[in-house]
């Protein structure tokens, strides 16, 4: 059975970084790729990105090129999501999921979220 | 702005039936396969229906989904209480090289 474990809570002051992890378990972590997700208070699901754990390639949204980076640790069966230059509106809830391929992609297995709060 | 768009709610009684729209275009919808996601704010989403109308295993028979053209459909009949969630529709964009969420929909059980 997959389960997919976050980090906890963070709270980060505006400029600095914020890194949240993202632990599956049940699959081969190699086999699907890792995407991140976040949902601002009032908001939708605002998409950030995915990453390649085999090769580490990534696709970003638009929005957060040049701010974000997407790694793996696949030893660890660990992924992360690094969110440098912070501002108040990247507070929010973020999810990291296993991208599933059947016709096209999906998302498939979700963690719990993980709150990311920037205050000053 | 979202590239997919959503009604912002739906509502109906319990048994009847809803029906959530998403409207996009040819380098989107048109072109790739939609998948719908359940969410209770504060937990995690969970896919409904992935590759336009296939349900993952565990997921009620009153989840169903169409497609045509640009837009696709999301069909939840015998509505139950549990259903209250809101709902979103995502799929790959191809022009912009990115995964692309509606702006979701509320349902409301009445």
């Known amino acids: 059975q997959v389960q997919v474990l976050q980090s906890g809570a963070e709270v980060r002051k505006p400029g600095a970084s914020m890194k949240v992890s993202c632990r599956p378990s049940g699959y081969t972590f190699s086999h699907y790729d890792i995407n991140w997700v976040r949902q601002a208070s009032g908001q939708g699901l605002e998409w950030i990105g995915w990453?390649?754990?085999?090769?580490?390639?990534?696709v970003y949204g638009q929005k957060f090129q040049g701010r974000v980076s997407l790694t793996t640790n696949t030893p660890m069966n660990t992924a992360y999501l690094e969110l440098r230059n912070l501002r108040s509106d990247d507070t929010a809830i973020y999810y990291c999921?296993?991208?599933?391929?059947?016709?096209?992609?999906?998302?498939?297995?979700w963690g719990p979220g993980t709150l990311v709060t920037v205050s000053s | 702005q979202s590239v997919l768009t959503q009604p912002p709610s739906v509502s109906a009684a319990p048994g009847q039936k809803v029906t959530i729209s998403c409207s996009g275009s040819?380098?989107?919808?048109?072109?790739?396969?939609v998948s719908w996601y359940q969410h209770l704010p504060g937990t995690a989403p969970r896919v409904l229906l992935y590759?336009?109308?296939k349900r993952p295993s565990g997921i009620p028979g009153r989840f169903s989904g169409s497609k045509s053209g640009t837009s696709a459909t999301l069909d939840i009949t015998g509505l139950q209480t549990e259903d209250e969630a809101d709902y979103y529709c995502?799929?790959?964009?191809?022009?912009?090289?990115?995964?692309?969420f509606g702006g979701g929909t509320k349902v409301t059980v009445l």
């Open positions: 590759d336009t109308d």
């Open positions: 995502g799929t790959w964009d191809t022009s912009l090289s990115a995964w692309v």
């Open positions: 040819g380098s989107n919808i048109g072109n790739n396969y």
């Open positions: 990453v390649n754990p085999v090769s580490g390639n990534t």
């Open positions: 999921s296993t991208v599933r391929t059947g016709g096209g992609f999906y998302l498939d297995y």
